[in-house]
């Protein structure tokens, strides 16, 4: 909570997370989800991996449907890039994806080498077929987290919320 | 070619029917693209079989998922070097996330069949199981012959894991044996089987 008694959206995602029944989070950690990955780290009824590239957390995630349970991909939106041909075993075999996406090279981006994969992002998942959400204020995270979520699993398909930098705040790079 | 070239005997077939023999429902199977489909769809069709027969790299990872999902199962990944160099980066992910139930099979020919064999960097002597050691997957070993895949079998099949074993075959093609090719129908199977509901 906030000092307005507000929850935090980050709380929130985790709080969507759990009532939907996800029981495996798969991360490259990213400075966007270190409160999430935290909260999800500490839940006994969660297994969180870290992943050293993101498209293992796809397979992963494929294997955690097979097996019967849900799980998240949180990952940043260079690491978007890294999913491609995997998300090809998705695509093919219907699974349900649930991918939370912080990121980069948008809003008032100081770090050029972010711009080219932050810009190319939504297109790129949606060249493979994956659904695309974006929540741009705090108000928004809950319900665009929990419809993604009810999309995926619901409906059995590839769905990514992008957490945008107007949200989530602009890294800066001073050196004064 | 490696120095060990001249001991390999062993042929793919026969390895993963000894890999998958007597397996009742308490092994599921994940193979790697190509020739690892042929092979377990060779073995013998199952509901608990998954044929990643595309996204090369990710049968690994693929199984490590399973595994987290189904503590109660022994998971084994059945795939090729090529497929597995394709991301080395998982045996560090196995080897932290640590499921005891996985078990990582490699049939190593030191080529890529299906694309001419050309030779992978195994043939130059690129060393996987001292990869997965250094990823900290303790039980890890390269079998050559007959005699030593007998002896670690039941290791493979039943000790705590994860488990990492390459083992080198001939570099010959098989017959042709496809498995179901849909995997949203080997999806609905293995998930039926396992959970009652597709």
Redesign the interface.
């Known amino acids: 909570m906030n000092s307005n008694g507000v929850a935090d959206w980050r709380d929130q995602i985790y709080d969507v997370l759990r009532e939907n029944d996800v029981h495996h989070v798969a991360h490259v950690p990213d400075g966007g989800h270190a409160k999430l990955i935290k909260h999800c780290e500490a839940d006994k009824n969660m297994k969180t991996v870290t992943l050293t590239t993101e498209e293992e957390g796809v397979g992963m995630l494929v294997g955690s449907w097979l097996g019967g349970e849900r799980g998240v991909l949180l990952i940043q939106s260079s690491g978007v890039g890294n999913c491609m041909n995997m998300l090809s075993a998705v695509k093919h075999g219907k699974f349900p994806l649930l991918m939370i996406v912080s990121m980069r090279g948008t809003w008032g981006e100081g770090m050029p080498w972010q711009v080219p994969m932050g810009q190319a992002t939504r297109e790129v998942l949606e060249a493979m077929g994956v659904i695309v959400y974006e929540a741009d204020t705090a108000a928004a995270v809950r319900e665009t987290v929990e419809a993604a979520a009810w999309l995926a699993f619901g409906s059995s398909v590839a769905v990514a919320v992008l957490l945008t930098q107007h949200l989530i705040g602009t890294k800066k790079f001073t050196t004064a | 070619m490696s120095t060990t070239a001249t001991r390999i005997s062993l042929e793919r077939r026969g390895v993963v029917k000894a890999l998958v023999a007597d397996r009742g429902n308490d092994l ?1 199977a ?1 193979s790697g693209i190509g020739s690892p489909c042929w092979d377990l769809a060779a073995a013998g069709d199952h509901p608990m079989n ?1 044929y ?1 027969n ?17 503590p109660g199962k022994r998971v084994m990944v059945i795939t090729g070097d090529g497929e597995l160099l394709m ?1 080395l ?2 045996l ?2 196995i080897g ?2 640590a499921p005891k139930n996985l078990s990582v099979v490699v049939l190593d020919n030191q080529v890529y069949l299906e694309t001419g064999a050309q030779p992978t960097h195994t043939a130059h002597g690129v060393d996987l199981t001292a990869v997965a050691k250094a990823c900290t997957i303790a039980s890890a070993e390269t079998i050559y012959e007959q005699g030593q895949l007998d002896a670690a079998l039941p290791r493979i099949r039943r000790a705590d894991g994860p488990i990492f074993v390459v083992i080198k075959i001939l570099p010959d093609k098989a017959k042709l044996v496809l498995p179901p090719l849909e ?2 129908y ?2 609905h199977r ?2 039926e089987a ?2 009652g509901r597709p």
């Open positions: 599921l994940v998954f990643l595309g996204a090369m790299g990710g049968a690994a990872s693929i199984g490590l998922g399973l595994a987290l999902a189904q991301n980066g998982i560090a992910t932290v996330a995997a949203t080997t999806k293995i998930r396992l959970t």
